[in-house]
């Protein structure tokens, strides 16, 4: 069963996923260039794991066939 952010038609274009999972790594790579406390970039890394999970791992699959 699709969680919440699945179903909402604003994430279901590849690219916007993709977008958002380019955020979390730029600034997941700022804050480990800028030498930041390690709780940000404990919450950067979990941010990206979970967007990850969501999006692309468990993003329920098209296969095609339409409702109706």
Do not use: N
């Not at 919440?4 to 260039?33: D, G, S």
Request: proline share 6%; aromatic share 20%.
């Amino acid at each position: 069963m699709p969680s919440k952010e699945q179903q909402h038609p604003f994430y279901k274009p590849l690219w916007v996923r993709l977008a958002i999972v380019a955020v979390i790594l730029a600034w997941l790579a700022f804050e480990f260039y800028m030498g930041a406390e390690t709780l940000w970039m404990a919450i950067g890394f979990g941010m990206l794991i979970y967007a990850v999970y969501t999006f692309f791992i468990t993003w329920p699959k098209d296969d095609g066939k339409t409702g109706g």
